[in-house]
């Protein structure tokens, strides 16, 4: 159990919409990371946020945005959807102090786009 | 860019064999994380190694650290049904980038 949720679990959109994924940690880390995960692939890093800030960024799109909160939950926003953004999604907290410790994932968002 | 590959893609085991993947760089880490996936979930954390060279266990698991930094091992020793699943290494040296993955099959 890392203490990290997401919601909603499943999710179905069709092209062109907008989509918010939403993550929560009990540990109330002020850092959250953001993953796409493919069918068959390793999850790749979208972004990082920390305290409230974007804190570096994978090759993703500005239609891939997000939001950090004081409670430090976070949202990823995705805006006109693609079908390649079929994936599960995950969110991960650090275990530990420091950007390079090592990452608790919650459970996934899987998105599909019709 | 920094690329981490796994080896090998898949493994098909008979339940109590040993079971040994690697994961290799293309440029030095400074953290090497290895993870487990079931189907549909987050990945797991298995073992960290911090330190070239340092060899950490975790129950049936034991990781390693190379030397030169740019490869690590994960053995799972007396494999039971519940390992499946995909095995990542993790490089957590700036932002998290994992492997391949490395698919395990157990037949009971």
């Known amino acids: 159990e890392t203490g990290v949720t997401q919601s909603p679990t499943h999710l179905i959109k069709t092209r062109g919409q907008q989509v918010t994924l939403r993550c929560s940690s009990q540990?109330?880390?002020?850092?959250v990371s953001w993953y796409q995960q493919a069918l068959g692939q390793g999850p790749q890093f979208i972004f990082q946020?920390?305290?409230?800030?974007?804190?570096g960024r994978g090759n993703f799109p500005p239609r891939f945005s997000g939001l950090q909160f004081p409670n430090y939950s976070s949202e990823l926003n995705v805006n006109a959807l693609e079908l390649d953004d079929s994936a599960l999604y995950l969110c991960a907290t650090p275990g530990g102090t420091g950007e390079t410790d090592t990452q608790y994932f919650g459970p996934g968002t899987r998105l599909t786009v019709l | 860019g920094q690329q981490l590959n796994q080896s090998p893609q898949s493994m098909f085991i008979q339940e109590g064999e040993d079971v040994s993947m690697n994961c290799t760089s293309s440029?030095?880490?400074?953290?090497w994380l290895w993870y487990k996936q079931d189907p549909g979930e987050g990945p797991v954390l298995l073992i960290a190694?911090?330190?070239?060279?340092e060899l950490t266990s975790n129950g049936r698991l034991t990781a390693q650290f190379g030397i030169t930094r740019k490869d690590s091992f994960l053995n799972i020793s007396a494999s039971i049904p519940s390992d499946v699943g995909i095995y990542f290494c993790g490089d957590a040296t700036n932002k998290l980038i994992f492997g391949t993955g490395t698919l395990l099959a157990v037949q009971p």
């Open positions: 946020y920390y305290r409230e800030e974007e804190n």
């Open positions: 190694l911090y330190k070239a060279g």
């Open positions: 540990s109330g880390h002020n850092t």
């Open positions: 440029s030095i880490f400074n953290t």
